[in-house]
């Protein structure tokens, strides 16, 4: 429904956050796979997530009666053809990536020599070296290591399987299904919320009044409106078919009584949460409920929504449910799909508000307004009684497509899964950037709020990363001249001026494998076992938007060399020989220190973004 107000065309994420990064060279998107597991140093993997089943083509879509092909309406959005690795696996061909794998068969060798531990969160501080994936069930699993952070983006259905299959959520379930615990988290996966919502009709009958369905059944309308767009870009075509929606406060629509909004307050927190709830996640709960039922009252908050269809629909979805759901595992194999229960209208305040909405759009059907549109009630039925619209309510209830609070921000002993810096309880370098950290739904639609978690996780991750202990990186940002003396404390001394920075660079490298260094400008690291100095001049007045930098390293000079495409230089003088990764003791884990990635972003079906600092700005 966004529409790009310059040229009248559908804005998306992609159009506004990966076209214009598109080409960094540390950019690397694999579509069509799914995250089986994320690996931590010392622990042991779910060897049964890792382990294909031949013959097993599922791919993680899941699917329902009706939808026989997946849960998509018919369709499929991943239709990704498995194609041959087109890396060679010999050292001669690709030496840095034949050491990756040779340092990925020890890390595992190692995990699996390690016994399970209870993973407390008060004490554990588990690093994710990496994650595991693969486009099907019966296919190899592949790793991509991480030098950073591990960043989990997979949705609040997803997101807590994803963690439950690694060993982080509730015990008891974790080894129900023989999933090694790593840590114990009983929120994982509980307070699930969803804005539901019920469809109502009351079709307008008065044609003299343009409305979206003419341009499925009025063949001279829809000519005249693609003509008005592709000519001028306006006319209806430039118009959402639903772009007009409200948020009443229950006081207004139920006419100020209190009786609704009195019940709610009388509940006790445990009386309809699921049963056998954990004491920390029944505590957070607690806390909502006492905000959510003073919003009731409240005639400046919103209780419930109106979305208005143009053409006689009236949905009615609750902006404040009290029904708690659940996201679980019932297998330790990553293609089945998770168990998702939402619980809806199981908290009968929910449906007295969606009754009470209901009720309300008769009211406005008869108004000045929309009278005129000569409006019929279809469905409910304009003489139903209550017993037949709680009926009615109990088939069309379903979901708003605003799942949240899976992995909430709050903390621990309410039930929480990450913390303010969004990293998941109980590990160093795991975060979760998606809706289900959200404690409590917002009384809106949840696209323009997830655009905003992302944008300041990305700032958190920024500010993290700029004194980040892994794989000890210094950043160099570009203007004029900078210096870096790259050791075990990394001092760091730099002359740059923001206004002047480049929005972005990336690098491509071919560096001998006895050594470790990555030189980058803009952002990216700078890392080896020794006393680099580098030094580099960069004409800002001619350089292009981006800089792509080809590294060669001459061990036999100990020179490092680099050539731009806007013509700057950069030569680091290496002072002493610089030691194999393999002898030299770095922070962080041994195996991530090794790889070209920074962060692993990890999201549904699932998207692996290897970066060395691509965060959104």
């Given at each position: 429904?966004?529409?790009?107000?310059?040229?009248?065309?559908?804005?998306?994420?992609?159009?506004?956050?990966?076209?214009?990064?598109?080409?960094?060279?540390?950019?690397?998107?694999?579509?069509?796979?799914?995250?089986?597991?994320?690996?931590?140093?010392?622990?042991?993997?779910?060897?049964?997530?890792?382990?294909?089943?031949?013959?097993?083509?599922?791919?993680?879509?899941?699917?329902?009666p009706?939808?026989?092909?997946?849960?998509?309406?018919?369709?499929?959005?991943?239709?990704?053809?498995?194609?041959?690795?087109?890396?060679?696996?010999?050292?001669?061909?690709?030496?840095?990536?034949?050491?990756?794998?040779?340092?990925?068969?020890?890390?595992?060798?190692?995990?699996?020599?390690?016994?399970?531990?209870?993973?407390?969160?008060?004490?554990?501080?588990?690093?994710?070296?990496?994650?595991?994936?693969?486009?099907d069930?019966?296919?190899?699993?592949?790793?991509?290591?991480?030098?950073?952070?591990?960043?989990?983006?997979?949705?609040?259905?997803?997101?807590?399987?994803?963690?439950m299959?690694?060993?982080?959520?509730?015990?008891?379930?974790?080894?129900?299904?023989?999933?090694?615990?790593?840590?114990?988290?009983?929120?994982?996966?509980?307070?699930?919320?969803?804005?539901?919502?019920?469809?109502?009709?009351?079709?307008?009958?008065?044609?003299?009044?343009?409305?979206?369905?003419?341009?499925?059944?009025?063949?001279?309308f829809?000519?005249?409106?693609?003509?008005?767009?592709?000519a001028?870009?306006?006319g209806?075509?430039?118009?959402?078919?639903?772009?007009?929606?409200?948020?009443?406060?229950?006081?207004y629509?139920?006419?100020?009584?209190?009786?609704?909004?009195?019940?709610?307050?009388?509940?006790?927190?445990?009386?309809f949460?699921?049963?056998?709830?954990?004491?920390?996640?029944?505590?957070?709960?607690?806390?909502?409920?006492?905000?959510?039922?003073?919003?009731?009252?409240?005639?400046?908050?919103?209780?419930?929504?109106?979305?208005?269809?143009?053409?006689?629909?009236?949905?009615?979805?609750?902006?404040?449910?009290?029904?708690?759901?659940?996201?679980?595992?019932?297998?330790?194999?990553?293609?089945?799909?998770?168990?998702?229960?939402?619980?809806?209208?199981?908290?009968?305040?929910?449906?007295?508000?969606?009754?009470?909405?209901?009720?309300?759009?008769?009211?406005?059907?008869?108004?000045?307004?929309?009278s005129?549109?000569?409006?019929?009630?279809?469905?409910?039925?304009?003489?139903?009684?209550?017993?037949?619209?709680?009926?009615?309510?109990?088939?069309?209830?379903?979901?708003?497509?605003?799942?949240?609070?899976?992995?909430a921000?709050?903390p621990?002993?309410?039930?929480?899964?990450?913390?303010?810096?969004?990293?998941?309880?109980?590990?160093?370098?795991?975060?979760?950037?998606?809706?289900?950290?959200?404690?409590?739904?917002?009384a809106a639609?949840?696209?323009?709020?997830?655009?905003?978690?992302?944008?300041?996780?990305?700032?958190?991750?920024?500010?993290?990363?700029?004194?980040?202990?892994?794989?000890?990186?210094?950043?160099?940002?570009?203007?004029?001249?900078?210096?870096?003396?790259?050791?075990?404390?990394?001092?760091?001394?730099?002359?740059?001026?923001?206004?002047?920075?480049?929005?972005?660079?990336?690098?491509?490298?071919?560096?001998?494998?006895?050594?470790?260094?990555?030189?980058?400008?803009?952002?990216?690291?700078?890392?080896?076992?020794?006393?680099?100095?580098?030094?580099s001049?960069?004409?800002?007045?001619?350089?292009?938007t981006?800089?792509?930098?080809?590294?060669?390293?001459?061990?036999?000079s100990?020179?490092?060399?680099?050539?731009?495409?806007?013509?700057?230089?950069?030569?680091?003088?290496?002072?002493?020989?610089?030691?194999?990764?393999?002898?030299?003791?770095?922070?962080?884990?041994?195996?991530?220190?090794?790889?070209?990635?920074?962060?692993?972003?990890?999201?549904?079906?699932?998207?692996?973004?290897?970066?060395?600092?691509?965060?959104?700005?």
């Amino acid at each position: 429904m966004n529409i790009d107000p310059d040229n009248e065309e559908r804005s998306t994420a992609r159009t506004s956050y990966y076209n214009p990064y598109a080409y960094r060279h540390n950019l690397w998107i694999s579509t069509g796979q799914l995250v089986t597991q994320i690996f931590f140093e010392g622990r042991p993997p779910n060897s049964m997530a890792s382990a294909p089943i031949p013959g097993d083509t599922s791919n993680g879509q899941g699917g329902f009666p009706g939808h026989p092909t997946g849960i998509f309406g018919g369709t499929t959005t991943l239709n990704i053809t498995n194609v041959a690795d087109p890396y060679a696996t010999s050292w001669k061909s690709n030496p840095v990536r034949w050491l990756v794998k040779r340092m990925m068969g020890m890390v595992k060798w190692r995990r699996d020599a390690t016994a399970a531990t209870s993973g407390d969160p008060s004490s554990s501080t588990l690093v994710a070296t990496g994650v595991e994936f693969a486009p099907d069930a019966q296919s190899p699993r592949q790793t991509a290591l991480a030098t950073r952070e591990v960043i989990v983006a997979a949705g609040a259905l997803h997101s807590p399987q994803l963690l439950m299959l690694s060993g982080i959520g509730p015990a008891t379930t974790l080894q129900a299904q023989g999933v090694p615990v790593n840590v114990d988290l009983p929120g994982v996966g509980n307070n699930l919320q969803d804005h539901g919502q019920v469809w109502c009709w009351y079709p307008f009958y008065n044609e003299s009044y343009p409305n979206p369905t003419m341009l499925a059944h009025n063949e001279s309308f829809a000519d005249a409106a693609w003509e008005d767009y592709w000519a001028n870009r306006t006319g209806p075509l430039t118009s959402g078919a639903i772009d007009g929606v409200a948020f009443p406060a229950l006081p207004y629509v139920v006419n100020g009584s209190t009786a609704i909004a009195d019940a709610a307050k009388a509940q006790a927190p445990q009386q309809f949460l699921p049963t056998g709830v954990d004491s920390t996640v029944l505590e957070g709960f607690a806390r909502q409920q006492s905000m959510m039922t003073s919003a009731l009252t409240d005639v400046t908050r919103a209780a419930y929504e109106i979305i208005n269809a143009n053409d006689g629909v009236l949905t009615v979805a609750n902006m404040r449910p009290l029904s708690r759901g659940t996201i679980t595992i019932n297998s330790p194999t990553p293609f089945a799909p998770p168990v998702i229960d939402p619980r809806y209208g199981s908290n009968p305040i929910d449906v007295q508000i969606i009754q009470a909405a209901m009720v309300f759009n008769q009211r406005l059907m008869y108004t000045e307004s929309l009278s005129q549109m000569d409006p019929t009630q279809r469905y409910p039925a304009a003489d139903a009684e209550d017993v037949e619209m709680l009926q009615y309510i109990n088939v069309r209830y379903q979901t708003e497509y605003h799942p949240a609070g899976t992995c909430a921000m709050m903390p621990l002993e309410l039930g929480g899964v990450v913390s303010p810096e969004l990293l998941v309880y109980g590990t160093q370098n795991l975060r979760v950037v998606d809706s289900s950290i959200m404690p409590m739904l917002p009384a809106a639609h949840l696209q323009a709020v997830v655009y905003g978690v992302a944008e300041k996780a990305a700032d958190i991750i920024k500010a993290a990363n700029k004194d980040n202990s892994y794989g000890n990186p210094t950043k160099s940002q570009s203007e004029s001249t900078s210096t870096a003396d790259v050791g075990s404390t990394l001092p760091r001394t730099s002359t740059s001026s923001p206004a002047t920075q480049l929005p972005s660079s990336g690098t491509a490298n071919t560096n001998n494998s006895s050594i470790r260094t990555t030189v980058t400008q803009l952002g990216s690291t700078s890392t080896a076992g020794s006393t680099v100095h580098s030094t580099s001049t960069s004409p800002l007045a001619t350089q292009p938007t981006s800089s792509s930098v080809a590294l060669a390293n001459n061990s036999a000079s100990n020179t490092l060399k680099s050539q731009s495409d806007s013509g700057s230089t950069s030569t680091a003088d290496v002072i002493s020989s610089l030691p194999s990764p393999l002898t030299s003791p770095l922070a962080g884990p041994p195996p991530a220190s090794i790889t070209y990635a920074g962060p692993v972003i990890v999201t549904t079906f699932v998207t692996v973004v290897y970066t060395q600092t691509v965060y959104m700005t």
